[in-house]
């Protein structure tokens, strides 16, 4: 059985909980259809994010206000130098973002706007992600 590790960075943490918890009960359905293991690491603090980033994540769905200044590019962009960069879903409060994500494409595969939609959302994108990369 392949073994999917996922990461999720947001610094509200009442959002990020909700979004977890959302994410890994839909995700819990996933792994029995996909025979694939399902792992998902939360994160409210970019910095942590950076020091448990490694090349055993498969993907990353980060939020693209960080706080403290940061946003997700500035973080990309400072990660493009030090680690090998999964496939990245952006997430944002804002419509007019994914027009801003383009330069990125390589690594952002997609954009969500966050609603009440997202968990679906995202786990359409898991599905489809675990499709494509992991079972090839």
Known sequence: MN?????????NEA???F???RVERQAYSLQVTSHCNINIHSFSHAEYFKQKLD????????DYN?????????L???LMHT???PDIILISESQGLDFM???LRKHVKAFIRKDEYLPAKACILIEEFIETQMHG
């Open 83 to 85: 680690h090998s960069i």
């Open 15 to 17: 959002f990020l909980k």
């Open 55 to 62: 090349h055993t994540v498969d993907l990353v769905i980060m």
């Open 76 to 78: 990309l962009d400072s």
């Open 101 to 103: 994500f383009k330069d």
């Open 3 to 11: 073994t999917c590790n996922i990461f999720i960075l947001d610094d």
């Open 66 to 74: 960080l706080g403290h200044g940061l946003n997700a590019f500035t």
């Open 19 to 21: 979004f977890h918890h």
